[in-house]
């Protein structure tokens, strides 16, 4: 049979388990912690004045003066999250303080060496990623009440106040209506494995929801965010040292390395959803596009990183619907399919308004002589694409991914 001609290295039952994914909060943070030990006292007493000591220019000479602290007195994953989320706020803060045309260049090493530190205990970068701005930057106002975003706040913020609030907290529900869909993924490899093509239908029905339910969700960014905020505010806070023109040398990370680091900035191109979905399905993008995206795992938990893998090394979905010629398994895959070119286009109105027209405005108001926001970053992103081009490519390549067969 198909299955078993598959790779056996895929073990019975599949479990989200394994890979440190929530059966409640899939990949978010289940229940971040606030607070650090007192020892680190100087960094949180920093962390919760950032919008202030930024817009008030303060916060380089205050980080300057910071103690150094080492990692050792951070007990276990949550605190070790919360001290990455502490370190890459104020690092990006740092950075960036005076915005594109005078970033720093240099991290000193009472940041720098914590920051390279709790990055190598958690397997992350040392730099803000989206598992630091999303997954473990939020908390509920009332722990026993649902996960809405009424109920719901960020840990740390940068300025941009409501517009970045909403931004996080958007993208923190969209992460929650992923949940489904991830648990449809474990059930859809545990049923081609079982060779159940009920348990895989139900499964891809599941999916397709929960594709439909996120590009739902994204719509309320619309609600919650600011373009005019989210482009000339917000964006330059999660903008990395990696093909970026503002900071082309990189960063030096005092005490740590004498020749400067490159890191690509925030992006839920980070988030392991659509890459778990992608590789599920058997989409292959284009070189250039796959190459930006595969380096993008690379900025996520490893654990969460691995189940993309796993994805990857499951007994192919395509192979077997295409063996199994059941013509409704074939029907609810293409659905899931459309459901999520669907959802990739509406991230590409999405990044038009937030992006390119917001742009556009900035540059018209340039030409008036107001202040104007980063020129360097425009129309690229936090991770440093050619926007357009490059989320269309990995649009297409969705669609183009349909089975157009009669089985
Ligand atoms: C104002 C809202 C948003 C803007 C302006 C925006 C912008 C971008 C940009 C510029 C990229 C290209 C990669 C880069 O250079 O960073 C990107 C990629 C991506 N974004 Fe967004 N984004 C937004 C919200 C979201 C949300 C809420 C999600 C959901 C988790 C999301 C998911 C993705 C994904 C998965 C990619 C990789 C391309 C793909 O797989 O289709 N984005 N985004």
């Given at each position: 049979m198909e299955a078993q001609n598959q790779n056996l290295k895929t073990t019975l039952p599949l479990s989200l388990g394994r890979f440190h994914i929530s059966e409640d909060y899939g990949f978010l943070l289940p229940n971040p912690l606030k607070e650090l030990p007192d020892h680190y006292k100087p960094w949180m007493e920093i962390a919760n004045k950032l919008p202030y000591l930024i817009e008030s220019h303060q916060l380089r000479a205050l980080v300057n003066k910071m103690p150094l602290l080492?990692?050792?007195?951070?007990?276990?994953y949550r605190e070790q999250r919360l001290a990455h989320l502490v370190l890459s706020f104020i690092t990006m803060g740092y950075v960036w303080q005076e915005g594109e045309t005078q970033p720093e260049q240099v991290l000193p090493r009472n940041l720098a060496l914590p920051f390279v530190e709790i990055s190598r205990k958690l397997g992350l970068p040392p730099i803000l990623v989206h598992s630091d701005l999303v997954l473990t930057n939020w908390t509920k106002?009332?722990?026993?009440?649902?996960?809405e975003i009424r109920n719901l706040d960020i840990i740390l913020s940068f300025p941009g106040g409501e517009s970045l609030r909403g931004f996080i907290l958007v993208t923190v529900l969209v992460e929650k209506a992923a949940v489904p869909g991830i648990k449809a993924l474990v059930e859809a490899v545990n049923a081609i494995l079982q060779l159940s093509q009920d348990s895989l239908l139900e499964a891809l029905q599941q999916l397709r929801l929960s594709i439909q339910d996120i590009t739902r969700v994204l719509e309320q960014m619309h609600d919650y965010v600011d373009p005019d905020i989210f482009y000339a505010v917000i964006r330059i806070f999660l903008?990395?040292?990696?093909?970026n023109p503002a900071m082309p040398m990189g960063l030096i990370y005092e005490g740590v390395s004498k020749e400067p680091l490159k890191y690509s900035g925030g992006s839920?191109?980070?988030?392991?959803v659509l890459h778990a979905f992608d590789e599920f399905l058997g989409i292959c993008h284009s070189k250039e596009s796959a190459d930006f995206l595969h380096r993008m795992r690379d900025y996520m938990p490893p654990s969460h990183k691995a189940f993309i893998e796993e994805m990857r090394s499951a007994p192919s979905l395509r192979k077997y619907i295409l063996s199994s010629g059941n013509g409704q398994l074939l029907a609810a895959y293409n659905q899931c399919m459309e459901a999520l070119a669907e959802l990739r286009s509406y991230h590409i109105t999405m990044v038009t308004k937030y992006l390119i027209t917001a742009a556009a405005k900035a540059k018209v108001r340039r030409q008036t002589h107001l202040p104007g926001p980063p020129k360097a970053l425009e129309e690229r992103g936090t991770g440093g694409t050619a926007v357009l081009s490059f989320l269309k490519s990995v649009r297409d390549k969705t669609v183009e991914s349909i089975i157009h067969q009669n089985v």
């Open positions: 080492n990692c050792h007195f951070l007990k276990g106002w009332n722990p026993e009440g649902p996960l903008s990395g040292w990696k093909d839920a191109a980070q988030s392991t």
